[in-house]
């Protein structure tokens, strides 16, 4: 059985920091790309960063740039989020996902709430 | 960054047939955008049921089919059922960033 387990969410104050965690298994993690994706309550669906198997490549949205790092550990089948300089508007649950093709993992997200 | 168009809701009679499209800022949404579709129902997490533009999952029901339609990606359900009410999400690649469209809320009434 795949499963891809997000935890690190929580309550931040604005400007904070916080790292969120995805861990995979029942699957070959470093072969495919992730990504993380977020929904504000009641939101969209909004695509955060994405990151090659390998590593040296990796995207992210423009309103996450210069602000949220992507990486990942293929020996612990993990991917991360680090945030930084958290805004009101980065509340959301963050979705570690795989948007590979065939491949569609998806795992129950954590919630990040930024507020004072 | 582009932005990703869709309509934001649409209402189909069960049995009827509906399209939701997925227009790009950047042009003509081509494969090369390799669109993908989720479905999105109150509470749960997001489910692919289409990518490289009409490509089915195992779990796609028969009733969904993708395409290009003009210059923009879309998505046919043929036959609609109570349970297809939900929201609808269209991905683009844009070589390399992915970006969701605003989604569509289908109802089935």
């Known amino acids: 059985e795949v499963l891809l387990v997000e935890s690190g969410g929580g309550l931040v104050q604005p400007g904070g920091s916080l790292r969120l965690s995805c861990e995979g298994s029942g699957f070959i993690f470093n072969t495919y790309w992730m990504s993380w994706v977020r929904q504000a309550p009641g939101k969209r669906l909004e695509w955060v960063a994405a990151m090659k198997q390998g590593g040296t490549e990796y995207y992210y949205a423009d309103s996450v740039k210069g602000r949220f790092t992507i990486f990942r550990d293929n020996a612990k089948a993990s991917l991360y989020l680090q945030m930084s300089d958290l805004r009101g508007e980065d509340t959301s649950i963050y979705y570690c996902?795989?948007?590979?093709?065939?491949?569609?993992?998806w795992g129950q997200g954590t919630l990040v709430t930024v507020s004072a | 960054q582009a932005v990703v168009t869709q309509e934001p809701s649409l209402t189909v009679s069960p049995g009827g047939t509906v399209t939701l499209t997925c227009g790009s800022s950047?042009?003509?949404?081509?494969?090369?955008?390799?669109p993908y579709w989720f479905q999105q129902k109150p509470g749960q997490v997001p489910r692919a049921l289409i990518y490289d533009t009409i490509t089915k999952y195992p779990w796609t029901p028969a009733r969904f089919s993708g395409s290009l339609l003009g210059d923009k990606a879309a998505l046919t359900l043929s036959g609609a059922q109570p349970e297809d009410e939900a929201d609808y999400y269209c991905?683009?690649?844009?070589?390399?960033?992915?970006?969701f469209g605003g989604g569509t809320r289908l109802t089935v009434l």
């Open positions: 950047t042009g003509t949404v081509t494969s090369g955008h390799y």
């Open positions: 991905l683009l690649y844009y070589s390399g960033p992915r970006v």
């Open positions: 996902a795989s948007l590979s093709g065939i491949h569609d993992y």
